[in-house]
């Protein structure tokens, strides 16, 4: 399978725990992307790598967020101290140029 | 602030009842538009890209269409696997880096 995947698929943490997820970007995309999506609303931007440098971060992703993209390929987000709200499911994408590929998504639940 | 709005948020339609989508937004220029499809527990799937208007871009029963305020997206004839919560995005000019997406339209295709 040549699409984009992440890992794990589901994350079920207790509140002040750090999590981390990872996403493989399709091998031949230089831009990453993350996103956050809670039921009926559209994804929200996070953050966007090209090759291994973060260009541009939501104001919205306070500092407990990090995302890393080393050596341009796989990307892992953390989230440290999590707090409820941060029950969601965080999506990854890539492209090369114009339409995103998007991965089928880690579903976090914070207890 | 650039914004997307989808309408309607849900639309129910009989198998073969044609109908149609809206997207509009308000961004400070059009570097192009862009339409998932999202079903239940999955990422976004990747379906056009629109980038000035009057073009236009088919896929089997959907037809994409974009003006200089609004895109919609035709389906014709629907069957119940057109079953899905579309999304549009848009991507301004002014930021190559973010992409803005409305909360989509929840569509139920009843046989």
């Known amino acids: 399978d040549t699409g984009v995947s992440q890992d794990p698929r589901h994350k079920i943490t207790k509140r002040g725990q750090n999590v981390t997820f990872r996403c493989d970007p399709i091998?031949?995309?230089?831009?990453l992307y993350w996103y956050r999506q809670t039921l009926g609303q559209g994804p929200e931007f996070l953050t966007y790598?090209?090759?291994?440098?973060?260009?541009?971060k939501s104001r919205l992703l306070s500092d407990r967020f990090s995302a890393e993209r080393p050596k341009g390929s796989f990307s892992t987000l953390e989230i440290q101290r999590t707090e409820q709200g941060d029950s969601a499911m965080y999506l990854c994408?890539?492209?090369?140029?114009?339409?995103?590929?998007f991965g089928p998504g880690t579903r976090l639940t914070v207890l | 602030e650039d914004q997307v709005t989808q309408s309607p948020e849900a639309l129910r339609l009989q198998e073969g009842e044609s109908s149609s989508l809206n997207c509009s937004y308000t961004?400070?220029?059009?570097?192009?538009l862009f339409w998932y499809r999202q079903d239940p527990g999955k990422g976004p799937e990747f379906l056009f890209t629109?980038?000035?208007a009057g073009e236009e871009k088919e896929k089997e029963r959907l037809k994409a269409t974009l003006t200089k305020k609004e895109s919609f997206l035709h389906i014709t004839a629907p069957k119940p696997e057109d079953s899905a919560t579309y999304l549009c995005?848009?991507?301004?000019?002014?930021?190559?880096?973010?992409?803005?997406f409305g909360s989509g339209t929840k569509l139920n295709v009843k046989p």
């Open positions: 790598f090209q090759n291994e440098a973060q260009l541009e």
């Open positions: 961004v400070s220029g059009l570097r192009g």
């Open positions: 629109l980038y000035s």
């Open positions: 091998s031949e995309h230089n831009r």
């Open positions: 994408a890539s492209s090369s140029t114009g339409g995103q590929f």
């Open positions: 995005a848009v991507q301004a000019t002014d930021n190559f880096n973010k992409f803005y």
